[in-house]
């Protein structure tokens, strides 16, 4: 079983910035897909970005898109997620997750395809 450690979360202003980092241990993190996602209270787990077992592939949903970037450092067992021009909506805590399936990353969106969690991260974007 995997085990992730979220780390990075925090309070900033609407435009700010904050990197994300996912740190794996017990296993080799390049073994497995990796994904970031979000929740805010009263609603289910959203995905927001996946990277492939190589990182040379990426996916996000299209809230993010041109704003947030995952990447992943196999050699460190560490997932980041550059989360940049932030906005209030993005208000919620992230959780990095990985996944043994093979399909292509651009189909890895639901949280049932993610079988080992972090704690999770809380980050707050005021206006």
């Known amino acids: 079983q995997v085990q992730l450690v979220e780390s990075g979360g925090g309070l900033v202003q609407a435009g700010g910035s904050l990197r994300l980092t996912c740190a794996a241990s017990?296993?080799?993190?390049?073994?497995?897909?990796m994904g970031w996602f979000r929740q805010t209270p009263g609603k289910e787990r959203e995905f927001v970005a996946g990277?492939?077992?190589?990182?040379?592939?990426?996916s996000y949903t299209d809230s993010v898109k041109d704003r947030f970037t995952i990447s992943r450092d196999n050699t460190k067992n560490t997932v980041f997620l550059q989360m940049n021009s932030l906005k209030p909506e993005d208000t919620a805590v992230y959780y990095c997750?990985?996944?043994?399936?093979?399909?292509?990353?651009?189909?890895?969106?639901?949280?049932?395809?993610?079988?080992?969690w972090g704690q999770g991260t809380q980050v707050t974007v005021s206006s």
């Open positions: 997750a990985a996944s043994v399936r093979t399909a292509p990353i651009s189909t890895l969106t639901s949280s049932k395809a993610f079988s080992s």
């Open positions: 990277v492939t077992r190589s990182g040379y592939t990426t």
């Open positions: 017990g296993v080799t993190l390049g073994s497995y897909a």
